[in-house]
């Protein structure tokens, strides 16, 4: 069974759940597209291919308290704020179950991230419209089976509606119930086959890596953008009694030449060209060796943001 | 005991050092945990050396700032140079790519006859060793708690060499190459919290070359963008040419094949 | 929910003065780390650092702490009473239990001799599962002697030699490169497993003096040293090919070492 929406309700719809959710749906901000807590549903974007920038800041934010300290006490801080995301693209949704990989499971789970998670309900919007430069149709992470509460089929005047989860019952209860089943179907430009990503089995002396590498400012804008890229550094910021202070976690960059640098100062990827290499064997090789699926869904916004140009589809289909 | 610090300044505006009275309440917590024995422009008291810390704004621009640099590192534990001025020299510093005579004679005149005996402004790392350099023109107040509070508990502050490009990300900005063409965020110390671009303006690099940046993929680009020669030269010399990051920028600019 | 960031704050218990600027320091807690384990140590203000365990006992942890880092300095001017924060121990360890019933050869350069300690100790508990032991210490003069309270038992109990790299006034035994010295032993590579802890470049060519032994790569045990920052493989920073050092290592077969590349 699925649901059905007239899409001039889906305002009142997401307005009826602020009381006890935060909602985040997409907006235009400064000509970008970008997801933002919204408190006036006129402003949503319902048309779009993706936002700019990734969704990760609201699992894993770019700069976060773990915990605070004393001299005699440690406390941590969770976000137990409720929040509903509309508006994902399939391919986050993706980008979220690769992070559940690193981040949950077996007995190292990152509470701050799963709090965070079980604290989120996602509306994903199944996709229409390719965003720039997004190539996820080639990865099969164009289309979603899970990983959704409740997904959203455009059907021009109206939204099919199918429920992914327990969680999703609250939120249809009053929805009209309907019999279509909905479909959507993505054509990127960009493509990127299993075919050619496995050549990188083979090319980790391959001449591309050099060549390519000394266009790149390693500026870390396609880490900072990804969707999957979750590498952090941890610091302490003492509070001025020099006593007390927070232990905080900021985004790292594997392109950034500090990220490998050991105390005594011998940096292990100091070449650009090693760490420009690293980023794409960790995204479509070692991942996979790891946890089975490519680390990549395809969003594209590594090329987007890269204020070199730089293609990550280009350089594989190099290879 | 608390440790002596002292706040001293050559040729500069005392932008950096405004920026610390702009602290306000924080600054009056700071000065429970210091005695400040020197701040020309936020305090009357003037005492000798010695020091753990001396924090000093501005380039050495005249003569007698050479000595008065010797005698402050000689005096002090731990040397801090403020800003871009102290750092790289700062816009003064322009006069290493300018005609000497013409600036004087913009400078000075029958009213306003030159007193000093002024040489090329220089960061103060040319005369003395820095211990460590709080950058940009003007500093941002919280790096300089920052790196107070690190050196109050005990540890020299360690350079994050982030480009300015990871803190527009995080702001989630446009991009200035996009917008414009040009910016020097991703080969710009970062750490500013990407106040320029932020605010929607191209990084103009006051925080000085990081050692890993690509030059070379900088200028290719902003040319690509149609970005002229004269433009990309008065760019990255505006702050800190005197860098030798960017010895080569001249014939680097001029070679068309990049 | 167990927190994996959140340390746990434990008094130092010992400190024991190793060379002019290395310490040991003992803390009580009772996770007992396998052979190889490290933990994750805090001084809060500065930061966090890992630091492997130098010692194998339900009681007690000691690491040992060479001025290097923020931290490490940080902890070197801690003493008995003061509070640190310690997560772990994380990591795999020396398999011990695929070691039973061979000889071994546990070779240690400068700090490494620390994790190599936990060996010793292990193997002290455990010498019935084991064969004939050969210790190799090489440090750079004696000043820089780590463990040296441990000497007189451990020469009780095993084939031990110490080295130092360059002549020293006072100084009549052993001198020259850990390598060298191995070549020289006479030991052969049969039914042996050798454990080796020490800078890269030692352990690169005290493994060729081992190949011209007759040693092959899978016969060699090594424990690596990286960027690490969470432990617990979340952070990325230790990844070399398809391997967190902090989760999948420190201690890998030589063999493994071998593929990997940055």
């Not at chain 3, 695929?98 to 100790?121: C, Q, S, W, Y």
């Not at chain 3, 470049?201 to 690490?228: A, C, P």
Request: charged share 30%; proline share 4%.
């Amino acid at each position: 069974m699925n649901y059905r929406l007239s899409k001039q309700k889906i305002g009142d719809f997401l307005a009826s759940l602020m009381n006890e959710y935060e909602v985040i749906a997409p907006v235009n901000d400064n000509s970008l597209i970008k997801f933002k807590q919204i408190s006036n549903t006129d402003k949503i974007i319902l048309d779009f291919g993706n936002s700019r920038y990734s969704l990760k800041k609201y699992f894993l934010p770019n700069k976060q308290v773990l915990f605070k300290y004393t001299k005699e006490d440690i406390q941590e801080e969770l976000d137990n704020k409720k929040r509903i995301i509309f508006g994902i693209k399939p391919c986050d949704v993706h980008a979220l179950l690769i992070m559940d990989k690193l981040l949950l499971g077996e007995d190292l789970e990152d509470i701050y991230y799963k709090t965070k998670r079980n604290n989120t309900i996602i509306f994903a919007l199944a996709n229409n419209k390719p965003g720039e430069n997004e190539f996820s149709s080639s990865l099969g992470t164009d289309k979603l089976e899970r990983g959704y509460d409740l997904l959203f089929f455009d059907k021009g005047d109206y939204y099919i509606i199918k429920s992914g989860s327990e969680k999703a019952r609250g939120f249809t209860n009053n929805l009209e119930q309907t019999e279509e089943e909905p479909q959507a179907e993505l054509n990127c430009e960009k493509s990127l086959s299993e075919e050619q990503i496995s050549k990188l089995k083979t090319s980790f002396d391959s001449p591309v890596w050099k060549e390519e590498s000394e266009k790149c400012f390693s500026c870390a804008g396609c880490t900072t953008t990804c969707p999957t890229c979750g590498c952090f550094d941890v610091r302490d910021d003492p509070n001025l009694d020099l006593e007390s202070g927070s232990r905080i976690r900021i985004d790292a960059s594997c392109q950034l030449k500090n990220y490998t640098g050991v105390a005594g100062g011998h940096v292990f990827r100091e070449g650009r060209d090693s760490r420009f290499k690293h980023r794409y064997y960790h995204k479509l090789d070692y991942f996979k060796d790891q946890y089975g699926k490519h680390m990549c869904v395809g969003c594209g916004r590594c090329i987007t943001n890269c204020p070199a140009k730089i293609d990550m589809t280009e350089i594989i289909n190099k290879l | 005991m608390k440790p002596r610090v002292a706040i001293f300044d050559l040729t500069s505006c005392d932008g950096c050092q405004v920026e610390i009275l702009n602290l306000e309440d924080h600054l009056l917590d700071i000065l429970g945990k210091i005695d400040l024995v020197n701040f020309r422009i936020g305090k009357e008291v003037k005492e000798p050396g010695p020091y753990d810390i001396a924090i000093v704004e501005g380039s050495v621009s005249k003569e007698e700032e050479i000595e008065k640099i010797k005698k402050i590192r000689d005096d002090s534990k731990i040397l801090i140079a403020l800003g871009t001025c102290a750092t790289h020299g700062g816009l003064q510093s322009n006069i290493h790519f300018m005609d000497e005579n013409e600036v004087k004679k913009a400078a000075y005149n029958d009213k306003h006859p030159q007193q000093t005996r002024d040489i090329k402004a220089e960061p103060l790392s040319k005369y003395v060793k820095v211990d460590y350099s709080i950058r940009g023109c003007p500093i941002d107040k919280w790096d300089f708690v920052k790196v107070l509070k690190q050196l109050l508990i005990g540890k020299l502050p360690k350079e994050d060499n982030n480009p300015v490009c990871v803190e527009c990300r995080f702001n989630e900005n446009v991009c200035q190459f996009e917008e414009k063409g040009k910016c020097l965020g991703p080969m710009t110390h970062g750490g500013c919290n990407a106040v320029c671009p932020s605010n929607n303006q191209p990084c103009d690099g006051c925080r000085g070359p990081l050692e890993d940046l690509n030059l070379k993929a900088g200028i290719r680009i902003m040319k690509e963008n149609g970005v002229s020669d004269e433009e990309i030269l008065k760019m990255v010399r505006k702050y800190t040419g005197v860098d030798e990051l960017y010895n080569k920028i001249e014939e680097l600019v001029k070679n068309g094949n990049n | 929910m167990t927190n994996i960031y959140k340390p746990e704050l434990l008094r130092i218990d010992k400190v024991f003065e190793e060379t002019k600027d290395i310490k040991t320091i003992r803390v009580k807690d009772t996770s007992n780390p396998k052979p190889g384990q490290f933990y994750e140590v805090s001084v809060f203000g500065i930061g966090e650092a890992p630091f492997g365990s130098a010692s194998y006992s339900p009681d007690f942890v000691d690491m040992t702490v060479r001025s290097v880092g923020s931290v490490s300095k940080a902890i070197i001017n801690l003493s008995q009473g003061d509070k640190i924060g310690v997560r772990g121990p994380y990591g795999n360890g020396f398999p011990m239990d695929k070691f039973k019933g061979k000889d071994l050869v546990i070779v240690g350069g400068g700090t490494g001799v620390a994790p190599i300690r936990t060996v010793i100790e292990y193997v002290e508990k455990h010498r019935q599962d084991y064969g004939e032991v050969h210790l190799f210490f090489g440090f750079r003069s004696p000043e820089e002697f780590l463990f040296k309270y441990d000497y007189d038992r451990w020469k009780e109990k095993f084939n031990f030699t110490i080295t130092i790299d360059k002549p020293y006034e006072g100084w009549s035994g052993n001198v020259g490169f850990l390598n060298s010295i191995i070549e020289q032993s006479g030991i052969k590579a049969e039914n042996r497993i050798v454990i080796i802890c020490g800078p890269p470049i030692m352990i690169k060519v005290t493994v060729q003096s081992l190949e011209k032994i007759g040693f092959t790569d899978e016969q060699v045990y090594v424990s690596l040293e990286r960027m690490m920052q969470c432990g617990v493989g979340k952070c990325g920073h230790c990844m070399v090919g398809n391997k967190y050092v902090c989760k999948d290592g420190p201690v890998f077969c030589y063999k493994e070492v071998k593929g990997m590349v940055d």
